[in-house]
């Protein structure tokens, strides 16, 4: 049988199958199809304005890898005008974290964008490998993910940016909504599915991936012959997420279709003004000044918790008061220092945000 030619050109021999729609087509014309879906979706949103410097988290890993560099390549082919920063976050996870900041740097010198990386020792006073010692590998997922969403935010006002953005795609935000649907968290789906999301407290974040499949993200680095880290986070295996990523593969198996299904079908949910009403009004913590649905944001009651010996107590509402039973914070008690939004607005141009071009 001889090879098909590409679906799309009908020219160049077709080497891979599309995950996304089965199209079976060239190397060049999977580049060009997956950076212009990417450019769509960017340009529909209107992520960015010519003048905005965007913050990319980087953990080496092949989403950052890539988004780093399909950021850079549509930057300068569609001429966004942004300046942009690689942000790092080190964990301090011995053997794993110290092994894709390598991959980072490296990526760093690659792709000509400056590098900041920000420490959760330096931070917090604690590493996750100190973390896990204390505790256990069961709940230090929620340690890390809620210390990684600040320390970003703490990162991206250092480096004095507009915008941070992550290399979430289409599988994470399927297995997200999946994962809410399963807690029972529906009043979670609208935000969960958004492509971009800033409170008053924070610097502006979104996902260019949104829509871009993991398999697809892994052809490209491939075939790109990308520099990145592929091995798993070591303390990560018993993750809930992890069953819900294994549901959405044999989903996926079935019908390739289903990622992009789910996302559209957490889109639509429409919250009941009944289940709006019981959210927690956010506010500032009053101990760091970052965003909080609570007196304390999430990072100080587990720093707390931590800090006094009480980790587990700090994971839940109910178990906080567990916490509080035993007394007030003792006033030496290691705290975040206080959260601070880049300083004053540079001037931008008087241009509208970044549109697609004809």
């Not at 729609?21 to 990417?38: A, H, M, N, S």
């Not at 549509?74 to 110290?98: H, M, Q, V």
């Amino acid at each position: 049988m001889p090879p098909r030619t590409c679906a799309l050109c009908n020219d160049a021999r077709a080497i891979l199958k599309r995950p996304k729609t089965g199209q079976q087509i060239c190397k060049e014309c999977f580049f060009y199809v997956f950076e212009t879906e990417v450019h769509n979706t960017i340009t529909e949103a209107r992520l960015f304005k010519p003048g905005d410097r965007v913050a990319i988290g980087a953990s080496g890993g092949k989403d950052s890898t890539v988004l780093a560099h399909v950021m850079k390549t549509l930057n300068e082919r569609y001429k966004y005008g942004l300046e942009l920063f690689l942000l790092s976050i080190d964990e301090g996870i011995t053997g794993y974290r110290d092994d894709s900041l390598e991959t980072v740097k490296r990526n760093q010198q690659q792709y000509d964008m400056p590098l900041k990386i920000l420490s959760y020792d330096e931070l917090y006073g604690w590493t996750m490998d100190a973390i896990v010692a204390q505790i256990g590998k069961k709940n230090n997922c929620t340690f890390c993910g809620v210390f990684r969403r600040q320390a970003l935010d703490r990162g991206a006002a250092i480096l004095n940016v507009d915008h941070i953005v992550t290399g979430h795609n289409a599988d994470d935000i399927a297995e997200t909504v999946l994962m809410n649907i399963m807690r029972g968290d529906i009043a979670r789906l609208g935000r969960c599915t958004s492509i971009c999301t800033q409170g008053e407290d924070t610097i502006k974040r979104s996902k260019p991936f949104k829509y871009a499949y993991e398999k697809e993200i892994v052809m490209y680095a491939y075939f790109k012959k990308l520099d990145y880290f592929s091995t798993e986070c070591i303390y990560s295996p018993d993750a809930y997420r992890g069953h819900a990523r294994a549901f959405l593969k044999d989903l996926e198996a079935a019908r390739p279709s289903a990622i992009i299904d789910i996302i559209h079908s957490g889109e639509a949910f429409e919250i009941k003004e009944d289940v709006k009403a019981t959210q927690k009004i956010q506010q500032t913590c009053r101990r760091c000044g970052y965003m909080s649905s609570n007196e304390l944001c999430k990072a100080c009651t587990l720093l707390e918790g931590l800090e006094r010996g009480m980790a587990t107590a700090a994971v839940t509402d109910r178990a906080r008061k567990r916490l509080d039973a035993d007394g007030p914070a003792p006033e030496n008690l290691r705290t975040i220092p206080m959260f601070q939004l880049p300083s004053a607005p540079r001037q931008k141009p008087t241009t509208t945000a970044v549109e697609g071009t004809t």
